[in-house]
C-alpha cells in the first residue's frame, strides 16, 4: 500500500499537498444545507470513506477518516469543509488568478462566483441554487480542479465526471478546454435513489442546469424568462398589443424563494402588478430588503386594495402577502376578484418535503408537524392541493388564464388523487387541463423560433465592460422584426436601469440564433479592439436545444418523442465538434434524476480570430439543433424558421421538414381498429 502511494505521488505533479489545511469557521447568517441523509450500509460507509481519501496524501488519513465519518452520518454526505479556502469567495477579476493560458483563469471566476456567498444557496455546501444544484461535490475537488485550471494550457482538455476531475488530456487549440458531465446513469439505475447512493459514496454529483456547469449568474436568469413568460401570457389572452406592456393587468402567484423570488421583480419590469403569496416571513423579508418585491401585506384585503390602486393608476407594483396562496385565492374567489394572469411557484417537486405548506398552518407550525408527524403533514398537503385545485377552476370558469410555471404543480394535484386533472381523466400521458407556460407560451412563442436565455459575463468584474456590452447588444437587436425582439430590445435597454447584477457582472438576454452569433461576434471585435476585457459567452440549459424534458423543456413536443433525450446528447456533441470552450451535460436539471438530460456550453471570447471561426458554427448549432428537432416534430414556428434557414443558408444549412398528413386521411386509415 505505502509503496503504491509513493509511485502515484511521485507520477503526480498535479495534487493536493501534505499540508492539512485549517479547519474553517462557519460564519453564521448565511445559509447551511440540512443533513441529506445518511443511508448507506457499514460496507458502503468504508468505500465512501475510501473514496473521499483517495484525494489527500495517506499521512493525513489517519487525521482525516473520523472527519468525513463524522460528516457523512451528520449531514448525509462527506463536503471536507476543511479544505475550503478561509474567507470569502467570489468571482475576482480575470486578473487576479494564476493559469497558463487565459480559459483555465476564466473558469476560475466562473467557479468562485457560484460559490459567492451572495449568489449561492448553500455555499458551504457547494449548492449554488435548486436546493441540491452544486458546483462540484466537494472541496476536495474544489481544490483540485482550480490546481488544474492553473496548469490548463491551449493543447489541453481538463475532463471531469460528476465534479471529479480526471485529468488533463491532450488536445488542440480548437477543441474545448473542458468537457463536463454530471450526475449521468445507466438507465436501469437512473432513479433519485441510487443517485442518493451514489452521492453519498462520493462518485455523482448533481448540478442542476448551471450550477455544474459554473454558468449560474444569479437571480437575474430567471427574471428575464418570466418577465418574456408574462408578456407573451398577456399577449395570447389578453389581447395585449405587440408593444403594449402589462399596464394595468394582474398576476396572483406565489412563492417569494430562490427562483419564485423572480415573481414580482418581472412583473414590475413588464410594467403590471403582481400579488404573490408567501407563508415564509423570513423570505419576505429578504425580497423586501433586496427591493425584488415593493410592498409587503399582511391580509388578502390589504393586498388586494393595494394592488386596485395601482391598477387604476396603472402603475407597476408588486405585493407580497403573508399568508397562504390558497387563503388568498379563497377570498378572491369569495368576493368576485378578477385575476386575469394566474401561476404558482411553491416548491411543487417536492410538496411532501416541505415544498408546499398546508393551509391552516403557519410557515413554524409547518416546519414543526413536518418532523413531529410527517404522515399528518402528507395529509394535510393533499387536502390542500385538492383545494387549490378547486379554487383555481372556479376562477378559470370566471375567466382567468392560469398556467404551471414548471414546478410540477398539476403533478402534485393529480397524486393527491385529483384525476380530472389529467387530459384523459385517468393519467398523465396527454398531459393536463391547464397548460404548463412551455406547452402554451415559451415552448410556441420562443423555443420554436429559436429563442433562448443567451448570457454573459465580463470577465473583467468592470460595471463599465457591463454597460458597453448591453448597449453594443441593443445595437444588434432589430425591435421592429418580431413582437420578441421588441421586448428583448426593451429588456436590455432597461437592463442596467433594473439593477439586475447579483455576483459577477454579468446579463442575461433573450435571442435566437443568428441574434445570438451576432452578438458574440460583436463582443469579440470589441475584446480585440481593447474596448471591453474578456467575455465569458454561456445560456441556461432551459433552452431550444440543450434541454429533453418531457414535462418542462419539451412539454410541447407533441409526437411522442418528448421522452427521448437525444437532442441534448447531441447538442451537447455538436458543441463540443465546434470547439465550444467549456461543454457540459448533466442529468435532472430543473426536474430531479431521470427526469430530464440537459446540457450548456461556456465560450470565451478572447478577440481572436479562433474564437470567430467557432462562434460562426458553434452559435447557430446550438440553437438551430432543437429548431431542426422542433420542427420536425410539428411545431409550426419551427418549420418557419427550418423554411427561413433553408432559404438563407443554402450549403451551410439544410433542415429536414415534415410532411403533413390531413387529419380525416389518417382517421380513415384507422378506422375499424378497436380503442385499447
Ligand atoms: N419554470 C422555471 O423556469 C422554473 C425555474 C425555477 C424553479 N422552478 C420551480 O419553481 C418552484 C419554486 O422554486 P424556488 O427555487 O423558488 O423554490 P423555493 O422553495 O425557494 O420557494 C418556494 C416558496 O414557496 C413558499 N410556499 C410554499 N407553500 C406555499 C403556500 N401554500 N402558500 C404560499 N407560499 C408557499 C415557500 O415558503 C417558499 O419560499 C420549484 O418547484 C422549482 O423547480 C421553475
Redesign the pocket.
Known amino acids: 500500500m505505502h509503496e503504491v502511494n509513493g509511485l502515484n505521488e511521485r507520477a503526480m505533479t498535479i495534487r493536493l499537498d501534505a499540508v492539512l489545511p485549517e479547519h474553517p469557521e462557519f460564519v453564521s447568517g448565511i445559509r447551511r444545507a440540512p443533513d441529506r441523509g445518511w443511508t448507506l450500509s457499514r460496507k458502503e460507509t468504508e468505500l465512501a470513506l475510501r473514496n473521499a481519501l483517495r484525494y489527500v496524501p495517506e499521512e493525513l488519513h489517519e487525521m482525516l477518516a473520523p472527519e468525513f465519518l463524522e460528516e457523512l452520518r451528520t449531514r448525509g454526505r462527506i463536503y471536507a469543509y476543511r479544505y475550503r479556502p478561509a474567507g470569502r469567495i467570489w468571482g475576482k477579476p480575470i486578473d487576479a488568478y494564476e493559469g497558463k493560458c487565459l480559459a483555465g483563469k476564466a473558469f476560475q471566476v466562473m467557479i468562485d462566483n457560484n460559490l459567492d456567498f451572495e449568489v449561492a444557496l448553500y455555499p458551504y455546501e457547494l449548492v449554488t ?3 441540491t444544484g452544486q458546483v462540484c461535490q466537494n472541496w476536495l475537488q474544489y481544490r483540485l480542479i482550480k490546481k488544474y485550471l492553473e496548469q490548463l494550457t491551449e493543447d489541453t482538455t481538463l475532463v471531469l465526471e460528476s465534479g471529479h476531475p480526471l485529468g488533463l488530456f491532450k488536445s488542440h487549440p480548437e477543441a474545448p478546454r473542458v468537457i463536463l458531465t454530471n450526475g449521468l446513469f445507466v438507465g436501469l439505475f437512473d432513479s433519485q435513489a441510487e443517485w442518493h447512493r451514489a452521492m453519498q459514496l462520493g462518485v455523482s454529483n448533481y448540478g442542476q442546469m448551471t450550477a455544474g456547469g459554473w454558468m449560474y449568474i444569479g437571480p437575474q436568469g ?1 427574471v428575464h ?2 418577465y418574456n413568460t408574462l408578456l407573451n401570457a398577456a399577449r395570447q389572452r389578453l389581447g395585449v398589443g405587440p408593444k403594449e406592456n402589462l399596464a394595468g393587468i394582474l398576476f396572483v402567484s ?8 423572480a415573481q414580482p421583480k418581472a412583473i414590475e419590469i413588464a410594467g403590471g402588478v403582481g400579488i404573490v ?4 416571513a423570513s ?1 419576505i423579508e429578504t425580497r423586501h430588503s433586496q427591493g425584488w418585491v415593493s410592498r409587503v401585506a399582511e391580509s388578502c384585503e390589504e393586498a388586494f386594495a393595494l394592488a386596485d390602486e395601482a391598477l387604476a393608476k396603472r402603475v407597476p407594483l408588486s405585493i407580497a402577502y403573508h ?4 387563503d388568498l385565492l379563497q377570498y378572491a374567489a369569495d368576493h368576485g376578484v378578477t385575476i386575469p394572469l394566474l401561476s404558482d ?6 410538496p411532501y418535503d416541505g ?5 391552516g398552518l403557519t ?1 413554524e407550525e409547518r416546519t414543526d408537524m413536518l418532523h413531529r408527524d410527517p404522515q399528518e403533514f402528507r395529509r394535510r398537503v393533499d387536502e ?1 392541493l385538492r383545494r ?1 385545485y378547486e379554487l383555481i377552476k372556479v376562477l378559470t370558469g370566471r375567466g382567468t388564464y392560469f398556467f404551471d ?4 404543480f398539476m403533478r402534485a394535484v393529480f397524486d393527491a388523487g385529483v384525476k380530472e386533472i389529467c387530459r384523459n381523466g385517468e393519467n398523465t400521458y396527454e398531459g393536463f387541463v391547464w397548460p404548463s ?2 406547452e402554451d407560451i415559451m415552448g410556441p412563442v420562443l423555443f420554436d423560433y429559436g429563442y433562448g436565455p443567451f448570457r454573459w459575463v465580463c470577465l473583467s468584474g468592470n460595471p463599465e465592460d457591463l454597460r458597453r456590452t448591453d448597449r453594443a447588444a441593443m445595437e444588434c437587436i432589430d425591435p421592429d422584426r418580431r413582437a420578441q425582439d421588441y421586448d428583448n430590445w426593451v429588456w436590455i435597454r432597461d437592463a442596467e436601469k433594473n439593477r439586475l447584477v447579483v455576483g459577477t457582472q454579468a446579463r442575461i438576454l433573450y435571442q435566437d440564433a443568428e441574434g445570438r452569433t451576432k452578438i458574440a461576434l460583436k463582443f469579440n471585435e470589441m475584446v480585440r479592439n481593447g474596448e471591453i476585457g474578456p467575455v465569458m459567452l454561456g445560456r441556461d440549459h ?1 433552452d431550444v436545444s440543450g434541454t429533453d424534458s418531457p414535462y ?1 423543456e419539451t412539454s410541447n413536443i407533441k409526437d411522442g418523442s418528448n421522452i427521448c433525450a437525444d437532442m441534448a446528447v447531441q447538442c451537447f456533441a455538436g458543441n463540443a465538434a465546434r470547439g465550444m470552450t467549456l461543454c457540459a451535460l448533466h442529468n435532472g436539471g ?2 430531479g434524476i431521470g427526469k430530464a438530460i440537459n446540457g450548456g456550453f461556456g465560450m470565451l471570447l478572447d478577440g481572436s480570430e479562433r474564437a470567430d471561426r467557432i462562434l460562426r458554427s458553434a452559435m447557430m448549432w446550438d440553437v438551430l439543433g432543437g429548431v431542426a428537432r422542433r420542427a420536425w416534430a410539428r411545431c409550426e414556428h419551427a418549420e418557419e424558421v427550418g423554411r427561413e434557414v433553408n432559404a438563407k443558408y443554402e450549403g451551410s444549412y439544410h433542415i429536414t421538414l415534415p410532411y403533413h398528413v390531413a387529419e380525416e386521411l389518417v382517421a380513415r386509415a384507422v378506422e375499424g381498429i378497436e380503442e385499447r
Open positions: 441554487y435548486g436546493e430567471i424568462g418570466t406565489s412563492g417569494l424563494g430562490g427562483m419564485s423570488g403569496a408567501e407563508v415564509d423570505r399568508g397562504n396562496i390558497v411557484q411553491t416548491s411543487c417537486h417536492a415544498g408546499y405548506c398546508p393551509v410557515f390542500t387549490h410555471y414548471g414546478n410540477s407556460y412551455v432551459h418542462r430543473g426536474v
